[in-house]
């Protein structure tokens, strides 16, 4: 693959050599004796009281196969790593490193690059390290040219300081940071609507959307690191919820006190994506924000004593945000109620 | 599918139940909170010095094929423990948890839960925590029946212990701990032999091997944690290295310092599924110890005078070992000299 090809498929060589710098450079100042042998160090120098390991593994799932079609190998890495990342924030937990399982049928030196370039571009943006990963060839196992991917992150956190939900009460608000797109959810149901029943492919371009399908679908998961940490570190965040599968229904409940609701107000601008995949699929209110994350990707509850210097936290980073709902009493059986 | 099944497949489903409280009993008396929600949680109540973390990703290979053609799912889980735990032991950590991915088509439960029954049977064996993991439903990436495995391990250990090799010297013993077979390597090349070149199946039996074809091959990957835990609490290994992919002749330079290298004597009684293998197969000397561990899981290098009290120590605790060689000062470019 010629180095204009590499930028043709959405990346760039001297981007990857960047990463690989930027991450080596990281590594030593973090601390970090060297990529591993057969594992990986990482040394806890920073103390921390009463420290708690906080974990996650996670995958792709079948936003992969936009990523086959597309022939960009380069983002999906990133998807992962902020995945994993959100999935530890939302109890407070800073990363400390991340691990990949890359496996395919014939290793594609030019495609595990790609890839692994993503993870490292992932690990700089949330500045943490990649400390390991196993590349495995499996004949018979992966069509050409697909493979899997998975990531394995370990954060680290004060007990004392766990964002575990418990204080939330009735009448705390709800503040929606939005998504990029469908992160890494829904893609299966996106699939059939796109492609099985629009027949469509990913370079076909739709009046509502700016980009193609494959381009809208392949929007990186973002990390909501940066403007969650920094409401964190002035305690403004009595508990969040990542909007992953399962969507608003299953998710805000898995932080939310036993006795409590959740109303949801549509206030916020649902991304075009979204309005496209519902009309064309007549996908019902409920199964959208069971399936989707309709343009909200993680959701924090806030003492509403604390509106306005949340707003203001958020505004001085320009981070866009929305009201989208309170905390209520628990009056029927439906927890997470989309009004 | 019945008990009785069940038990013919391999799988105790009172065995899976034990296995299922063991691990909740030992959740509690470890101090994990709760198996996690969005993530996994691990307080870091044991004190160490100069603590640091060491971590590996690791997945079963082209072994899972032998699961896939037996209908054995239950051993593939205390294979993905088993070669973590050795990963992290070879510089002295001690496992604090794991965390598994899970790819198939389509989840099927029983396979599932088989599958996770041995990733759980392999973390108690280990006495160490499963945290968490992710069940993916990857629809067109896996063939009916089929899945994928990855396993992902932290552990600790106090950074002025850490096993580094550094105090290798010439005139150093190898010591040899027998593998249970091939572990998880080798599987392509075994396979290509044993179904492709004399067209056997699973069930085939051959005269020099007591077992199945089927049960040979899918004999579990060890954990050395007990009794190098032994050895490495009286400081007698200065060096280990786990014989995975690249057999002996990769993985021992990887403890090996400059300037030195080891004389391998083959005096240990090799497995018949080894001397099955290469004598069909007709392969040669070298590719035999690069790609097959030919019945040494893990080789531990030590000091001379230490000689009586390691094989005392293993001795103790039933442990076969064998010593299969010694380290030489590096007279030719070859770094692992089997004789």
Chains 1, 2 share one sequence.
Request: one cysteine or more; aromatic letters at 8%.
């Amino acid at each position: 693959m010629s180095e204009s090809m590499y930028r043709k498929a959405g990346v760039d060589i001297d981007k990857g050599n960047q990463a690989v710098h930027k991450i080596k450079e990281m590594v030593s100042k973090m601390g970090v004796q060297e990529i591993g042998k057969f594992s990986g160090f990482f040394p806890l120098k920073k103390k921390i009281a009463n420290p708690v390991l906080v974990s996650s593994a996670d995958g792709v799932g079948t936003k992969l196969k936009i990523a086959f079609m597309s022939g960009i190998h380069g983002t999906v890495g990133r998807d992962l790593v902020n995945h994993c990342v959100d999935d530890i924030l939302v109890y407070g937990a800073d990363p400390l490193f991340f691990l990949d399982y890359i496996a395919t049928g014939k290793v594609e030196p030019d495609t595990v690059s790609e890839i692994v370039s993503g993870i490292l571009d992932g690990c700089v943006d949330n500045e943490f390290v990649l400390l390991g990963g196993e590349t495995a060839e499996m004949p018979g196992f992966y069509q050409d040219n697909e493979y899997d991917v998975a990531g394995f992150i370990v954060g680290i956190l004060n007990q004392k300081k766990m964002v575990d939900g418990k204080s939330i009460k009735a009448g705390d608000l709800l503040v929606g940071l939005p998504s990029t797109g469908l992160h890494t959810n829904g893609y299966s149901l996106a699939r059939y609507i796109v492609f099985d029943q629009l027949k469509l492919n990913v370079d076909s371009k739709v009046d509502s959307l700016e980009l193609t399908i494959g381009e809208e679908l392949l929007k990186v998961h973002r990390s909501y690191l940066k403007p969650v940490k920094s409401l964190l570190a002035k305690n403004y965040v009595k508990g969040m919820a990542h909007i992953t599968g399962g969507g608003f229904i299953d998710n805000i409940p898995r932080i939310l006190p036993n006795g409590l609701s959740v109303q949801i107000e549509r206030i916020w601008p649902v991304p075009p994506i979204f309005e496209f995949l519902v009309d064309a699929g007549k996908v019902s209110l409920e199964e959208r924000f069971r399936v989707f994350n309709m343009g909200i990707g993680m959701v924090l509850m806030i003492d509403p004593k604390n509106l306005s210097k949340v707003e203001q936290t958020l505004q001085e980073q320009d981070e866009p945000f929305y009201l989208i709902g309170q905390v209520a009493e628990q009056k029927n059986t439906q927890r997470v109620l989309i009004k």
